[in-house]
């Protein structure tokens, strides 16, 4: 229902070169490929000629990554590989050494390694065959954390609990339940903030403190809710929708339209011409409604039977909440999604 607030994973990404493709890598079309592996050799102390270097057993790709809260420096995470240029597939590549940076510029973690794709590209001039997107790849435990995240829990005192759904009667228990528990130390701020404070018996233990208040039962709140899919027909309603007292008119009307093509023959030797007349008739028939009167009720499964003893089908049933709620005789919010 909450988490501790500032407790969330970093985003962080790089740009690097992948080498070793057999032939899938970028053209000589994506300069800034070329460029990279210039300005790379370069660093090493080898000089090439830009114009004469073939790249297409290099891709330049771009690696991103989350590091979690807490990690330490010398900690493995995964990155995830993407191909920028015009790379066929970066199956069988290696990410040589790459840095990744956060949105404040700085260095968390380097990131190296063979890259899994999990799917191939092949073909020739005719046909092609693709399994799964081979430009964009895995290296698990790929990158090495450099800096951790500097983050204490209750460093003035006190921490705040972020609700994950904000609603007021969820904050207002929640705070109730820790005050029951261990004194008048917290409060509801807001529907989606409760501010706690370390007692003092947890001053050197606030991981054993916040892992109690995660073992207090909380009934959180709920709200009556239909979500309804339009597309594809599917209906979810809480379980504490209800509805007053209405009355639910169900049946159709089909009209048939038919056309036919008479044909006008003239008599013989009068020098008259075959005409075609289209003629069409209108047939209407009004099938048989359903009325049917629905209690008052607080059970989703009496709205749910009743509507179905009606023989609304799913798609009817749509239709027939939305007209209860332009009554007012639901008593839920409705979602379209």
Known sequence: MAKVQGVRANQLVGYGLVFGLAGTGDSNKSVNTIQSVVNMLRSFGVLVDQTKLQSKNVAAVMI???????????????????????????????????????????????????????????????????????????????AIVERDVP????????????????????????AEAITQRFGTIATARDPGTVTVSVPAMFGQDVVGFVAAIEELRIRPDEVARVVINERTGTIVMGSNVSIDEVAVAQGGLTVKITKTREVSQPLPFSQGRTVTTPRQ?????????????????????????????????????????????????????????
């Open 281 to 337: 008739s209108v047939n209407a028939q009004e099938g048989n409604g359903n009325l049917l009167v629905l209690p008052s009720t607080a059970s989703v499964g009496d709205v749910v039977a009743a509507l179905n003893s009606v023989g609304a089908t799913p798609r009817d049933i749509i239709t027939i909440l939305q007209a209860m709620k332009a009554a007012g005789a639901l008593h839920a919010e409705m979602e379209l999604i």
């Open 151 to 174: 983050f204490q829990i209750g460093a003035n005192g006190q921490f705040n609990l972020a609700l994950n759904r904000p609603d007021f009667t969820t904050a207002t228990r929640i």
């Open 64 to 142: 991103s990554s989350k590091l979690p809260a807490f990690v330490k420096s010398g900690d493995t995470i995964d990155v995830t590989v993407s191909s920028m240029g015009d790379a066929k597939s970066l199956a069988g590549g290696t990410l040589i050494q790459t840095p990744l940076r956060a949105a404040n510029g700085n260095v968390y973690a380097v990131a190296q390694g063979p890259v899994t794709t999990g799917g191939f590209a092949a073909g020739g001039t005719g046909a092609n065959v693709q399994k799964n997107f081979p430009t964009v790849g895995l290296i698990t435990n790929g």
